[in-house]
């Protein structure tokens, strides 16, 4: 059984920092491009931030030079550090294996909530 377990999440001030992890359990972690991915209330999931099985990291636009996706394979964890918040980064927040592009291999866990207030 898939387990994606995100953590984390919380209540911060603009130009503040947080670091998001997400534990996987029942896959074989080192094998997947994991993904993090947002849900602002109202506005479809959008996809942030992703790394390869092998370290290599690709980053939105939106959050670029401020958002750095890692992971540990050992840990079976993916993290997520954003720094300098905005209010506009406010959302849930979730990880996911990416099959493509916006498209995920398993069932979405309960995600993050984070809060940037201005």
């Known amino acids: 059984q898939v387990q994606l377990v995100e953590s984390g999440g919380g209540l911060v001030q603009a130009g503040g920092s947080l670091r998001l992890s997400c534990a996987a359990s029942?896959?074989?972690?080192?094998?997947?491009?994991m993904g993090w991915y947002r849900q602002a209330l109202g506005k479809q999931r959008e996809l942030v931030a992703t790394v390869t099985s092998g370290g290599r990291t690709n980053i939105a636009d939106s959050v670029k030079g401020r958002f750095t996706i890692s992971r540990d394979n050992a840990k079976n964890t993916v993290y997520l550090q954003m720094n300098s918040l905005k209010p506009e980064d406010t959302a849930v927040y979730y990880c996911n294996a990416q099959k493509h592009m916006d498209l995920v291999y398993f069932n979405w866990g309960q995600g993050t909530q984070v809060t940037v207030s201005s």
């Open positions: 029942g896959i074989i972690f080192s094998l997947y491009t």
